[in-house]
């Protein structure tokens, strides 16, 4: 029993510490949409939604790859100035994900 515990405390623990990829939206089966935030500086409701770029990461277990970031998705639509925000999340059971940023503006 006590070999049980040490084995599972290992684990917990190496899960932990790994850096592994844990999505922070949705549910053990989930497709969401997010909107961001219209308070957050970088967007700016005055902007015409004329152009849109994406940019995507997901991750399998332990192993993630992309880059899903806000920067990223505007220099993969040429936009300057965002209009909104728009995150795409699957997620099943915490095991894969995957995350797409889409950004309007001009």
């Known amino acids: ?18 850096g592994c990829i844990i999505p922070t939206k949705g549910t053990v089966q989930s497709a969401l949409v997010l909107n961001h935030a219209a308070s957050d500086p970088i967007v700016d ?10 940019a995507w990461s997901g991750g399998v ?8 970031t806000i ?9 300057r100035k965002v209009h ?4 795409h999340v699957k997620n099943i059971f ?3 994900n995957e995350t797409t940023t889409v950004v309007y503006g001009e």
Do not use: Q, T
């Open 45 to 54: 409701n005055s902007v015409r939604p004329l152009k849109r770029g994406e």
């Open 84 to 87: 909104h925000v728009d995150y």
């Open 94 to 96: 915490w095991l894969y």
């Open 1 to 18: 029993m006590k070999k049980l515990f040490a084995l599972s405390a290992v684990c917990v623990g190496a899960l932990v510490l790994s």
């Open 61 to 68: 277990l332990f192993f993630g790859s992309g880059d899903a």
């Open 71 to 79: 920067g990223e998705a505007m220099r993969n639509g040429g936009i």
